[in-house]
């Protein structure tokens, strides 16, 4: 499990592919320090699993083909820089919100508008996941932790402030239109959501759900 706070901004060392698979080296440096194999680490916000670790930092992963199908993993290249985040602890503080590192989809940067110590982002979000997404509530993009200034669900986009430590310490500080970036929707809306719709599908079921409420009372 993640936070949505990313500790580093670090560079891939090498891209392998291989037949259904890559393989992903990136250089973490100090964060690398006690990780052993078979751990956690959020790379563009995709739990990945560490299959390689050296002495100078260097973490690598392997990435099937579904990731890279769902993910900007499979776009990039040596030299790139990926956000890095290692799995969190209990009782650590919880600085953004719980997250699974479980990639819905990709998200298309479709405007960039930079001002002052302001850098906002309109986003093109496929339509099949705008029913969980809502004004000023969370979302993670390429694994940061932040609050959607606006949704606008005819044009099915949404929009984000970003404040100049998230454009210092992470990828979106860097992106341009035309970008694609990995997005992780809060599990509990989606959650909430679904379990309506299905309520909704089914009036036999709301109808049980009713005569138990009267019962009850």
Same mark, same amino acid.
């Given at each position: 499990?993640?936070?949505?706070?990313?500790?580093?901004?670090?560079?891939?060392?090498?891209?392998?592919?291989?037949?259904?698979?890559?393989?992903?080296? /990136?250089?973490?440096?100090?964060?690398?320090?006690? /990780?052993?194999?078979?751990?956690?680490?959020?790379?563009?916000?995709?739990?990945?699993? /560490?299959?390689?670790?050296?002495?100078?930092?260097?973490?690598?992963?392997?990435?099937?083909?579904?990731?890279?199908?769902? +993910?900007?993993?499979?776009?990039?290249?040596?030299?790139?820089?990926?956000?890095?985040?290692?799995?969190?602890?209990?009782?650590?503080?919880?600085?953004?919100?719980?997250?699974?590192?479980?990639?819905?989809?990709?998200?298309? /940067?479709?405007?960039?508008?930079?001002?002052?110590?302001?850098?906002?982002?309109?986003?093109?979000?496929?339509?099949?996941?705008?029913?969980?997404?809502?004004?000023?509530?969370?979302?993670?993009?390429?694994?940061?932790?932040?609050?959607?200034? +606006?949704?606008?669900?005819?044009?099915?986009?949404?929009?984000?402030?970003?404040?100049?430590?998230?454009?210092?310490?992470?990828?979106?500080?860097?992106?341009?239109?035309?970008?694609?970036?990995?997005?992780?929707?809060?599990?509990?809306?989606?959650?909430?959501?679904?379990?309506?719709?299905?309520?909704?599908?089914?009036?036999?079921?709301?109808?049980?759900?009713?005569?138990?409420?009267?019962?009850?009372?």
């Amino acid at each position: 499990m993640f936070t949505g706070i990313v500790q580093g901004l670090c560079p891939v060392e090498s891209v392998s592919d291989e037949t259904n698979l890559r393989r992903l080296t /990136v250089q973490t440096g100090d964060l690398a320090a006690g /990780v052993a194999l078979g751990a956690s680490v959020a790379i563009n916000g995709t739990c990945l699993t /560490v299959t390689a670790t050296s002495d100078d930092g260097a973490l690598s992963f392997d990435i099937i083909k579904e990731t890279l199908t769902l +993910t900007n993993l499979g776009q990039l290249e040596r030299g790139d820089l990926v956000n890095v985040e290692r799995s969190f602890r209990v009782g650590d503080e919880v600085g953004g919100h719980i997250l699974s590192g479980h990639i819905a989809n990709q998200v298309t /940067v479709t405007e960039v508008k930079q001002a002052d110590n302001l850098r906002e982002l309109t986003l093109s979000v496929p339509g099949r996941w705008m029913k969980y997404l809502q004004q000023k509530g969370f979302v993670a993009l390429d694994g940061a932790s932040l609050t959607l200034a +606006t949704v606008d669900y005819d044009a099915e986009n949404i929009r984000i402030s970003l404040i100049p430590e998230t454009i210092e310490r992470t990828t979106l500080g860097r992106v341009v239109e035309g970008d694609r970036i990995n997005l992780e929707i809060d599990s509990q809306t989606q959650a909430v959501v679904e379990t309506v719709e299905r309520l909704v599908q089914t009036p036999e079921l709301l109808a049980r759900l009713a005569i138990n409420a009267d019962l009850g009372d």
